[in-house]
């Protein structure tokens, strides 16, 4: 007999959820030092447009397609049309790329967070810090299997009892953290200009290529900020409950995931520039910035261990929130090819994490001399999943609903309870034409153009 199909117990609890999971490290790092790196208010202004059309249309869809079909991704694609049933797989690829290295670095943050909560965020100070950490296996394996284990625990528990309960936990707290420590950095000297460098527009030196770069870049971060094209969205939607509004969830969504990595910037780019001395060559300091940069910029602070070990406490609720929608999108896969219950499913996939997973941590230890195209294993992992499998799979997702199923597939989904779908014009527009295009430029534009 088939198992009743879970889903969330109400539309709050699916938006935070799902908010959650678009909430993660590349909003709280990653985010601000690109919105510095590429003009300032003009990444802002570029990212939030995108948000509204680009992220709005591939969320509407993705959603839509998991609710109607009340499949994972790997049934999806194959129930709206056989012959895009090959797309199934190759979206349920991408988590299972994804997790394992995600569960590093978030045993990372982990190290970080006991570090400071235990007042020796000075000793995180040191410049062989980080890299003496990351080397050694055995302290790295610890951190990363404490982390992906506590993913785990909350997607054994379900998705009412485990995800919704944890997700209307943590985002609230995650919320009230962040702005919390913007306020405090707001109140520091020099904080002003670090403020005016991250939302004033820099139009010196501001080309066109370089605007193309910043709209590249842009698309770049919304694409996994929004947790597109990874089976995430679909997964969800497969649980969302059929009154609630597809339209009206997506914007709330989008709101908060954007709200977050703009608080994000808040924090850090003032921190670094008023620890740098204004030098805003700081904040391109890609991974490093959070566990090399930031430590010095707390330590530097009245009260900085307290600071550290708030936002350390953030970093990771909103490294919790996305591992676990990511482990749960692999568990729903494995639950429906084999028809495995939730303990199973899961015990599994903990399983595939933690092999997956030492590969990336003997990457930086062990096994540091060997590349694979010239990327550490974990870089690897993150290239082949972030610039060509999640953009093949968005592209064609949007050929599936633009030319196959059409517009109308999804927009009947988004209406199933007489509302309407006020978007519909733009939602068209996007689909069939401007985020073919927008993938198209994302697939091809690292083996051309250095972001």
């Given at each position: ?11 709050i609890?699916f ?16 985010f ?33 397609l998991?609710?109607?079909?009340g ?31 995600y ?51 909350v997607?054994?528990?379900g ?31 020099g904080?002003?200009?670090?403020l ?7 139009f ?17 971060q919304?694409f ?87 936002f ?60 694979i ?18 953009p ?19 927009e ?10 006020k ?29």
């Amino acid at each position: 007999m088939e198992e009743k199909k879970e889903s969330f117990g109400s539309r709050i609890g699916f938006i935070l959820a799902a908010a959650g999971s678009a909430i993660g490290l590349g909003n709280i790092w990653r985010f601000p030092y690109l919105a510095a790196k590429y003009g300032g208010g003009i990444f802002l202004v570029i990212y939030i447009i995108l948000v509204v059309t680009f992220g709005f249309s591939l969320m509407v869809t993705e959603i839509s397609l998991g609710r109607r079909t009340g499949k994972s991704v790997i049934g999806a694609y194959k129930h709206a049309d056989a012959r895009f049933g090959f797309l199934g797989p190759i979206a349920a690829l991408v988590p299972f790329v994804i997790t394992p290295y995600y569960c590093v670095i978030g045993g990372w943050v982990l190290k970080y967070l006991v570090t400071f909560v235990c007042g020796q965020g000075a000793e995180a100070t040191s410049d062989d810090f980080f890299g003496g950490f990351i080397s050694t296996a055995g302290q790295t394996s610890v951190f990363f299997i404490i982390y992906a284990a506590l993913t785990a625990v909350v997607v054994i528990f379900g998705v009412q009892k485990g995800i919704e309960k944890v997700s209307k936990i943590l985002m609230p707290i995650l919320v009230l953290l962040s702005i919390g420590i913007a306020i405090y950095v707001m109140t520091l000297p020099g904080a002003g200009e670090g403020l005016k460098y991250y939302v004033l527009p820099t139009f010196a030196g501001f080309t066109v290529a370089k605007l193309l770069k910043t709209v590249v870049a842009a698309m770049g971060q919304l694409f996994y900020s929004m947790s597109l094209a990874m089976g995430i969205m679909v997964t969800y939607g497969s649980y969302m409950r059929k009154q609630d509004s597809i339209e009206a969830s997506t914007r709330q969504i989008s709101f908060f995931d954007t709200l977050i990595a703009i608080i994000a910037g808040l924090i850090i780019v003032p921190s670094v520039i008023i620890f740098s001395g204004g030098d805003a060559a700081a904040l391109n300091a890609g991974p490093g910035l959070m566990f090399v940069t930031l430590p010095k910029v707390f330590d530097s602070m009245r009260g900085g261990y307290i600071a550290g070990a708030a936002f350390f406490i953030l970093v990771a609720f909103a490294a919790l929130t996305s591992s676990v929608s990511l482990l749960e999108t692999m568990v729903s896969i494995v639950s429906e090819k084999f028809k495995l219950g939730r303990i199973a499913s899961t015990t599994v996939c903990f399983i595939i994490v933690i092999v997956m997973g030492m590969l990336s941590v003997l990457g930086y230890s062990s096994w540091s001399e060997v590349t694979i195209f010239g990327y550490q294993i974990l870089d690897f992992f993150d290239f082949i999943s972030n610039n060509i499998m999640m953009p093949i799979v968005a592209l064609l997702t949007c050929v599936l609903v633009g030319y196959i199923v059409k517009p109308e597939y999804i927009e009947d989904e988004t209406t199933l309870n007489g509302e309407t779908f006020k978007a519909k014009g733009l939602y068209n527009i996007m689909m069939k034409f401007v985020c073919p295009i927008f993938m198209i430029i994302i697939l091809l534009t690292p083996f051309f153009v250095e972001i």
